[in-house]
């Protein structure tokens, strides 16, 4: 039998980490067996779902890598085939029209509160309860569930172990909406079906979910998918991720500097482990990954590990991705690349010292800003300024190179009889504006002697 998982994101929003965990998972899984991954869209909400949230969840998937065989499949475009399930049904004796308005709901809901009951529909048009009861004109009725009484439903989860319900606890679920669009659990199980969906891995808030689609599957006498529901994920003060805890969309972390393979690498970890590995590619998830490890219990979001994650993927990046990517970077700083030093070997300079690509753009700009303002010639001592003055005069000699400027500063150091602090740290203010740099010989190198040598003269007086 071949795998089959899907992903079925309702379209009322971007991708948010969570849904993206469960499409990384469900596509893992097809991929690790050699099975499809089917793209599944369920806009059955009307009201929310919208043509840019579809879009987004498409970029967001596509950003991250995760493709998909099949689809993406539509919901409202499936109506029709809702609609001969639901009079199969019927037919079978396994569900049933419902004529009960809203407004009746609602005050059956007000009564069973008062009395301290759990607010459900009572059945009263279950066609043995609504023997010789005509229907009321101008009614258009809802399909509902001929839910089970008695006994109880269970499954064996491949994540939590064996789940049962007692079927008491459920009443009798709409399937069709009075305008013919289906409910979440209905249209689901018809999906799943007609997809020939083998394992259904989602969240773990479907779980209440579950028993209402097995009873459903069990009318239709077909065979069950298995479940697979996985722990949902909780912010550092261990409430539901939720946008007060930052950002959740996808491409919210792309827009702030995230490469994709460092996101994919910490969703991966998030709830799922292999051993003790915490920095691998996604051609290893892809043979690793299985259900038996993933956590029972909920995992934590934690911003740090993936800031450096992405510091490890960064450092390893190719210069010449990294540098279209801090290209625009700059240019939001009013930088232009084109009038400094290449930015590949830029890139390759300061990548070290970033976690994000605007972090790598703020580094980079020590290499693209005009010449910087600082005045702390009068912080400098004597000695100090006549070693600068020594190393101006040695660097207008020698060949331009990391290598070369090295030796000069260690000769005028040796010289001076300074340490190398005392003249590195002023040489670095001078030039660059800033504290903290990578190593200052090759900083002066990607800089240029023209560049170089203007801003000590502006600097050191008597030349």
Not at 76 to 99: N, P, T, W
Not at 120 to 147: I, L
Not at 252 to 279: F, I, K, M
Not at 371 to 392: F, G, H, V
Request: proline content about 6%; glycine content about 8%; charged content about 25%.
């Amino acid at each position: 039998m071949q795998v089959r998982t899907r992903f079925a994101p309702s379209p009322t929003g971007y991708l948010h980490i969570g849904g993206a965990r469960t499409a990384l998972f469900s596509w893992a899984y097809a991929r690790r067996h050699g099975g499809k991954f089917i793209l599944r869209i369920e806009d059955t909400d009307l009201e929310r779902s919208t043509q840019d949230s579809v879009n987004a969840i498409l970029e967001g998937m596509k950003w991250l890598g995760i493709d998909w065989d099949e689809g993406p499949f539509f919901q409202m475009q499936r109506l029709a085939r809702y609609k001969e399930v639901a009079g199969q049904l019927i037919a079978s004796g396994h569900a049933y029209h419902d004529y009960m308005s809203r407004e009746e709901l609602e005050a059956l809901r007000q009564e069973q509160v008062k009395r301290g009951e759990k607010p459900r529909y009572d059945g009263r048009w279950r066609p043995e309860r609504a023997k010789g009861k005509k229907p009321p004109e101008g009614v258009q009725p809802v399909v509902r569930f001929r839910t089970p009484e008695a006994g109880e439903v269970g499954w064996n989860d491949l994540v939590k172990g064996f789940i049962a319900f007692p079927n008491a606890e459920l009443d009798d679920l709409v399937l069709l909406r009075a305008d013919g669009v289906p409910t979440y659990n209905f249209g689901v199980v018809v999906d799943d079906l007609d997809m020939g969906i083998t394992h259904v891995i989602r969240g773990d808030d479907h779980v209440n979910n579950t028993p209402r689609q097995i009873h459903i599957f069990q009318a239709l006498q077909k065979n069950l998918p298995a479940f697979a529901h996985v722990p949902m994920i909780l912010g550092a003060d261990g409430e539901r991720l939720s946008k007060r805890h930052g950002a959740v969309s996808v491409m919210q972390y792309r827009d702030e500097g995230t490469l994709p393979e460092a996101l994919v690498n910490y969703l991966a970890r998030l709830g799922w482990s292999h051993g003790d590995e915490e920095l691998f590619p996604v051609e290893l998830f892809l043979q690793w990954f299985d259900l038996a490890h993933v956590s029972r219990s909920a995992a934590q979001f934690n911003p740090e590990k993936l800031a450096w994650l992405n510091q490890q993927y960064l450092k390893n990046a190719p210069d010449a991705r990294l540098a279209k990517l801090v290209e625009p970077e700059l240019r939001k700083r009013a930088a232009q690349p084109a009038g400094g030093p290449p930015l590949e070997k830029v890139v390759a300079l300061v990548k070290e010292r970033a976690q994000s690509i605007p972090q790598l753009a703020d580094e980079a700009m020590l290499f693209y800003a005009s010449s910087p303002e600082t005045q702390i010639i009068e912080e400098i001592d004597a000695e100090t300024l006549k070693a600068l003055r020594m190393l101006k005069a040695r660097l207008a000699g020698v060949a331009w190179e990391r290598g070369a400027i090295g030796a000069a500063i260690k000769e005028v150091v040796k010289a001076s009889g300074l340490k190398m602090p005392q003249l590195a740290m002023p040489l670095r203010r001078l030039v660059t504006g800033r504290t903290q740099t990578p190593s200052i010989d090759a900083v002066l190198e990607l800089l240029g002697r023209e560049t170089v040598m203007l801003r000590l003269a502006q600097h050191l007086e008597g030349d």
